[in-house]
């Protein structure tokens, strides 16, 4: 599968078969993760692969109860936990380098994520992005230390069905030239 195959193709897939993930997928996705651009290479991620049934569920229960994704925790075979180490991306020497301090380890794990996603969809499997969850709830689930924050929260399995493509913008009703709304060309 090229490129943009994939990146048109990838849906979040929020109903999944009982079909066990093979290491070798985890292994090929956490490589794709692993070669994602971060801040100054601080490479900030950290993944858990979660495939206890208890665990899944009390993860479930940090979601919102309007969130369509709770079932995938319980069909996944597997919900990855994406997190990150505080105080790293956008730091230099321990301070931050700029004004938005540790939103750079959102935006560097996002990257990885992403490419993570692509790298399941290319081998057939599914994810969903999950974001509307009690974070803090999902770290003393997992006991996370103080160090580390949950980004994210993943269902990853074979999809029970296809996803469709929701409508896109085009592209020249999102990209300006020079200043913010001059949609002509440069």
């Known amino acids: 599968m090229d490129l943009i195959e994939a990146i048109k193709g990838r849906r979040s897939i929020r109903n999944y078969t009982d079909e066990p993930v093979t290491d ?12 994602a651009p971060s801040w100054a290479n601080t490479q900030c991620w950290e993944f858990i692969v979660v495939k206890d049934p208890e665990t899944k569920e009390k993860l479930a229960a ?3 109860t309007k969130n369509p994704a ?41 990257i990885a994520i992403h490419n993570l996603m692509l790298a399941a969809h290319s081998i057939g499997l599914g994810t969903v992005h999950v974001g509307l969850f ?3 709830a999902a770290e003393r689930v997992l006991d996370l230390p103080d160090e580390y924050t949950v980004v994210e929260l993943i269902p990853l399995g074979h999809p029970a069905k296809e996803g469709k493509a929701p409508p896109r ?7 300006s030239y020079e200043k913010l709304g001059n949609r002509g060309e440069a």
């Open 134 to 136: 009690d974070f803090k």
């Open 62 to 64: 940090t979601l919102t």
């Open 169 to 175: 913008r085009e592209v020249t009703a999102f990209v």
């Open 24 to 35: 070798d997928d985890l292994a090929f996705i956490f490589e794709a993760a692993r070669w």
């Open 70 to 110: 709770k079932k995938a925790f319980t069909q996944a075979p597997i919900v990855l936990v994406a997190c990150a180490v505080k105080g790293k991306s956008g730091y230099y020497d321990g301070n931050p380098a700029t004004d938005r301090g540790d939103n750079w380890l959102m935006f560097d794990t996002a």
